[in-house]
């Protein structure tokens, strides 16, 4: 047997899984990772907190709670600088009922953003997109309970806003932002191109720097 | 003849001079109001700056060019806590092509920002109506050209959102604001209640004072 931590990523997409996976191995961690498939059971989490670290410390601490595993969790959104850093935690659903009638929530809200700026001159449209990622390890067992452990770490992605789509790649608001020093925006790039500068991929990097020295 | 000035008011709303008037009078100020429906030529104002008093100064300094008058421009907005202090200056388009397309551009206004504070709770529902206002001045005529008068004034109402509308009067945001100290929305006082407490009547005072003093 090996000494392989296992550590739960929560999250229903799939997809996510060989990012985590490929990150922790280029830290030098010998760690499984799995979803939340495995555990179909896990609490429904709903985002609610006022930033992005509450809203991953919430579901990080559900899921260590329900499956007794470490778990990892994150949640990410845009800030734009001439909306005072909104969307913010607010960017899958800025469009409230608009974007839910409209049937195509992803498109409704990039649409609002572009209307919101539309007076906005170019040397105002900076923004960022930023990712908390939190681990969090449940209370360890007997003898003794140790502390619960909790990290809390931030990624931030600068650039800048189109004023039309480019690129068919990413989701939510990839097709208007370039990021700062490239020319493409991050739907015209690979997903291996958009990880190793993103805002995710900083701060699971962060993380799984963090998890090798605390687990 | 009397030494009573004319000032323009920046607005093709008939509705708003009466309240001005009574506000200079209030003052003690001899003044003749009108408005831009005695300059059908005055320019249309686009307001796109990113503060109030941007807005104002832009509005105000056109018209006291095109009429060459004394003339006054306001400009104001919602301050959302929660939202960052957005919407702020784009309150009047908030929703952006889902309001135009609605119809009722305010209705979609207000019925986004609830949709955006859905998740924020009582304690955290604050915000703050804005105005501000602006006197413009233009250059004196011979024998020597004077220096330009501008003054800029703001105020303030807070107060905090409901979750639903209350009340008929009003516009805009007004059904779900209740200033701070009221139960009752912005929407179910008379115009006379709500402009003695109102960021519109407070900037209108207080510049009120500084044309005594300037004109």
Known sequence: MSDSVT????????????????????????????????YPDAPEVAETAATFSGNALLKARAIA?????????????LRVDALNGMPGVLSARWSGRFGAESG?????NLDL????????????RGAEFVAAAV??????????????VEEVVEGVMRGSLLRERRGGNGFGYDPIFVPDGEVRTTAEMSAEEKNAISHRGIAFRKLARRLGELL
């Open 7 to 38: 550590v739960v990523l929560a999250t229903r997409n799939a997809k996510k899984l060989p990012e985590m996976r490929a990150i922790l191995a280029e830290a030098g961690l010998d760690a499984d990772v799995v979803g939340l498939a495995d």
């Open 65 to 77: 709670r329900h499956t007794g595993l470490p778990a990892v969790a994150d949640d990410s959104g």
């Open 104 to 108: 195509d929530r992803d498109a409704a």
């Open 113 to 124: 953003v572009l209307d919101q700026l539309a007076d906005t001159p170019e040397e105002r």
């Open 135 to 148: 681990l969090a390890a449940p209370h360890g067992a007997a003898p003794e309970p140790q502390e619960e």
